[in-house]
């Protein structure tokens, strides 16, 4: 049991952290009730003066811009790569290119869909943060005074890897998660963090991961936990089983958590991870996450394991700058409405008119355009919100999705926002929490079944095969014929109709088609995987072969990718079903993006992943599980 003195201390640690966000809280406050065109008009006004001696700002003549009408004259709308050439010159070592202030690092933007990019950090956009951090934790803290009482857990950066340096010398990566709370927030941050950020040091993701188990299952106080993608902390758990004979001994210092920890991994081994989770921390109170997009579909299992826990939704905020925060009680998230300039496309598709924040109209939806203290002026955030009506007088925005994901391979350019709802129309019917997700798949070779013990990728027995379905014998849909909507008038191999599934997935194999039936083996084509357990959830309305099909019929909706499958530069789309439950299918897929560059605490689960040749790598790690 924690002690009255343990609780005391915290509560005094905790408020003397919070007196020092007053300052950006009552400007918060005092900046929601104003003129919203007034207050952003003079945030943008702020960064146009202080880099107007930058050589993009005397390129593009910053000392001339006085209101928000000069500033969308003088400089279009833009994407990272317009930005490239200047983050290069600062890697190089030239002062002064974004912005008149020192770059103290790049930080590189993290996820699975996308390459790296380099974001400068400068002082001024650190306070930025600063200004949607304080209001946020002051909110979250006078709504839920218990959170003081206790030690919470921050995962604010990813794990750092090894230290890198442009060629003039500045430092690329995260810096500790306490340098995000400001100065004197990082005095009290320490002390109250059931990990310490010293572990992001640790020399590979194993270690990190066992570490970051060690130190929380030590806390027995732990009220709030603060991280981004829900799924990150019951995969992470799961690792409690492999290492339980070394966290109980290194827990032998604090009998009572090793206690503790015996008797609910006795719970977790059975499948009550509720009960598990209520054992190991009682006293835990919120976690803040993200809910909304691609990560609502992990909300799910996470409801499941806390169920009588508050959960937060974490808005928006991205690598660049903070765009929206949570307030408790209100509908979305706010508008960070003095941490950047913000601009709103009009639709989630297409182009439309540029608004300022203070034009845009509730319930539509639009595309962010941001421009920042740190260098990026009128910059596509590639993210989609909605407006769910107003706070004072600032916006609500949801999060709707990302518009950046797109794969093309051939010029199909398909888009996760399309996959999102192809998905949704398939899938839906199905509770929360479950996991698919497509991808493209490049044949170096004409395709071969391959499997170690008998060269097929499925099982040996032929018990549990997936559909085939050819098109037509000269292989793909000639002319302009249309998709015949008729799941039957498909030809199949092996048993037609919907699967004999079996009551428990024996050992971990990778089920797909038994064969190319087009005449296109070399060409890409896209493979929706899922687990073994969402396929029994299928099993009941759908069978494979109408999957199969809605899939392709709903992916030729889009003009370039029918166009690409006319003229033979993909081959059709196709299902691929792992023989794996839901939680080991995502370990594998976090463990993928963050050999890619990801990062293990904000990969995100996405629709569409433009990652290549999924199949041979669950292949490979299904074999190496086997053995």
Known sequence: MTSFFENLSAAIIHSGWLSTCLPEVMEFHSDSKASLKIVQERVLQSIVTLNAESAFGKQFCFSKINYYRDFKHALQANDYAFFEPFIDRIASGEKKVLVSEEITRFEPTSGSSSSTKLIPLCASLKRSFNRMLHPWVFDLYSNYPELAFGKSYWVVTPRSDTPKKTNGGIPIGFESDSNYFGNWGRVFIDKIMAVPDRISEAE???????????????????????????AFFPVNLRWMLKWKNELIKDLEPFPARARILKSALGKFENGDFSACMKELWPTLKLISCWTEGEAAACIGE???????????????????????????????PVLAVNSAFFEFEEGSEGIGEILPAWEVEEGKFYRMLITT???????????????EGFWRNLPMLSFAGKESFISDLRGEKICSAHVAKILKNILGKLESGTFSFLAPEVPLAPEMPFSKSSGKIFPADNSFSMLVHPESSTGGISGNSKISKDPSSFATSGKPGKHTIPEKPGEPELLTSQKNPENQENQPYYCLFFSFDLLRKLS????????????????????????????GQLSRARICVLNLPREKMLEYYFERCNQKGGYASTVKAVSLNRIKNWKNYFLEKIDTAKN
């Open 373 to 387: 203290f740190g260098g990026l002026y009128r910059y596509r955030l590639n993210d989609i919100v909605k407006v």
């Open 302 to 332: 996470l409801k499941s394991w806390f169920p009588d826990i508050v959960i937060q939704s974490k808005g928006l905020l991205a690598t660049e700058c903070p765009v929206t925060f949570p307030l408790v009680g209100k509908k979305a």
């Open 204 to 230: 590979s993701l194993d270690r990190w991961r066992y570490l970051t188990l060690l130190f929380l299952l030590r806390t027995n106080n732990l009220k709030l936990i603060s991280l981004w993608n829900p």
């Open 540 to 567: 009941n309305s759908f069978s494979t072969e109408q999957i199969e099909f809605e899939l392709e019929s709903e992916l030729r909706s889009n003009f370039h990718y029918n166009w690409c499958r006319e003229v």
